[in-house]
């Protein structure tokens, strides 16, 4: 099974990743998490999507704040799938981040989530990975009845409470 690459621009940004990397271990997708710069480890951030391919992976994740250009120097050194995690900051509640991770230019895109979305990366890079792994597949159609039925039992405890108020 390919690997998902992780990437963030901070330690700061590791709360987020460990989401990421609790989902993808219950799903039983493999892993690499790294720190790098977009801009003060640039080659380094550089080589690594540009190795990730004959590294054995096949989808990258990167979360960074503020100017949020890891995941974009990640999309520009690889035709992978790239997720970029918008990550909230002090000065504008990640509206920043959002916004630089989702303004890519055209012929480099980057697939965004939601600001803080590790989860979501997670669940969309297994996704990707399951196009061309049915067992993986099947894990992910596993994870979403459990968690609807998760739903159904809190909307029955609901119904329980409110029909003995009435």
């Known amino acids: 099974m390919k690997k998902v690459g992780i990437v963030m621009g901070s330690d700061s940004d590791l709360p987020i990743l ?11 997708v493999p892993y690499e998490c790294h720190i790098y710069s977009a801009h003060r480890t640039p080659e380094e951030a550089g080589a690594f999507a540009r190795n990730a391919r004959a590294n054995g992976m096949g989808v990258i994740i990167a979360a960074a704040g503020m100017a949020a250009h890891l995941a974009g120097a990640m999309a520009a050194n690889t035709t992978l799938p790239v997720i970029g995690i918008p990550c909230k900051s002090t000065c504008l509640d990640g509206i920043d981040a959002l916004l630089s991770t989702v303004q890519m230019p055209s012929g480099i895109p980057v697939a965004t989530v939601a600001i803080n979305g590790g989860v979501n990366a997670a669940l969309l890079s297994a996704q990707i990975l399951a196009v ?8 992910l159609n596993a994870k979403r009845q459990k968690d609807a039925q998760k739903v159904l039992e809190k909307d029955a405890a609901l119904q329980a409470e409110l029909n003995t108020n009435q």
């Open 132 to 139: 061309s792994d049915e067992a993986l597949a099947e894990r």
């Open 18 to 28: 460990r989401k990421a990397m609790d989902t993808l271990s219950d799903l039983g």
